[in-house]
């Protein structure tokens, strides 16, 4: 089993930062990819940022050049550095990873999420 705990959301004002950590425990041989998610009042899931193994990122349009991911690869947590955060990103913010639990074995997990609220 692998659980992933996120943390750091909260309410913020317009113009402000948050920072979000996921933290992955269990059974972890490997883990590839990992992601932020997130999902607004009535709309679908959306990915936010992802990162690779090797530290390499991509970004939503939507949140690029105020959206930071990162990665601790020793303590297998993922972090989104959120700045100039605007209403529209409020949402419930899920993080993702892509887990090998032995060689042959693969599968993605999930945290609960964590609720942003941008608002003033």
């Known amino acids: 089993q692998v659980q992933l705990v996120e943390s750091g959301g909260g309410l913020v004002q317009p113009g402000g930062s948050l920072r979000l950590s996921c933290a992955a425990s269990?059974?972890?041989?490997?883990?590839?990819?990992m992601g932020w998610f997130r999902q607004a009042p009535g709309k679908q899931r959306e990915l936010v940022a992802s990162?690779?193994?090797?530290?390499?990122?991509s970004y939503a349009d939507s949140v690029k050049g105020r959206f930071t991911i990162s990665r601790d690869n020793a303590h297998n947590t993922v972090y989104l550095q959120m700045t100039s955060l605007k209403p529209e990103d409020t949402a419930v913010y899920y993080c993702?990873?892509?887990?090998?639990?032995?060689?042959?074995?693969?599968?993605?997990?999930w945290g609960r999420g964590t609720q942003v609220t941008v608002s003033s």
């Open positions: 269990g059974i972890i041989f490997s883990i590839n990819d």
């Open positions: 990162i690779t193994s090797s530290g390499q990122p």
């Open positions: 993702n990873a892509d887990v090998r639990t032995t060689v042959f074995r693969r599968s993605v997990y």
